[in-house]
């Protein structure tokens, strides 16, 4: 997935941009989602990124995330989500891959936190299945789905490869997940696609564009991919007049750290 392609203007398109369309591409026929909604925006935002940045930046390429130690995962599980954000996110011009910008450490601390552990939700049922937009219905608060789904697309990959994901070549890597994506990995209690699509997928997006501060998008990597200047955006500026070009400041973005 490290290759690039050109696009219908013969630019060079890098492998993450290709995936992101892919995986809305795949993802597009199943009904309101969160994760497709998120999906879509960032295959829009992707699109435009190289012409968003100014980039003598190119040459400055983020240290890694700190280690911060897993609150969440296990050592399984730590291992297949790093497999997939950096298949979903691998290095290149823009970026470090996944592990490097902080995806994981993001995801494990929004699975370990209220979000993960239900607060706020409500679970007391029916878990009829209703209408495909209402979503998947399971007594399950985000960490054991979390949880359960991991275990089960480790199973269903060791089934058709004989290896765990971060075991395989990146063409069968890339085939597993789009299958998943697709809803065509399947488990007799547990719907696969919305686990990645509904679960995963947004956790993924939100850790590439999330303020650094909750432990994804470190050092503001996706923030200057994109010519976002951060939290100045918000309220001083007219995000319209800039549509297209770079916002003022966007080569050095400010975060709720910043401020503070």
Known sequence: MNEKTADSSGAPQPARRRFFGQMVAVTSAVPLSQGLAGGAALGALNADAQSLVQAPAAAAAPTAAPVLGYQCFSIDESALV?????????????????????LSNYIDRQLAGDYGRGVG????GPWAQGKPELGYQLPLTPQEFFKAGAAAVEAACKAKYGKNLEQL????????????????VTHP????????????????????????????????????????????????????????????????????????
């Open 82 to 102: 790093e497999a997939m954000v950096n298949l979903m996110c691998p290095k290149d011009e823009f970026t470090p891959n996944g592990v490097d910008c902080g």
């Open 189 to 260: 209690d547990l719907p696969l696609g919305d686990w990645f699509n509904h679960l995963f997928y947004p956790l993924f997006t939100q850790a590439c564009f999330a303020d650094p501060m909750y432990g994804g998008n470190f050092n503001k990597v996706f923030w200057k991919m994109l010519g976002y200047p951060g939290l100045p955006a918000l309220h001083a500026q007219d995000m319209v007049q800039f549509r297209g070009k770079p916002f003022p400041g966007a080569q050095s973005p400010k975060s709720i750290a910043d401020f503070s």
């Open 121 to 124: 939700m409500y679970m007391q």
């Open 169 to 184: 070549a990146a063409a069968d890597a890339n085939a597993f997940l789009t299958d998943l994506a697709g809803g065509k």
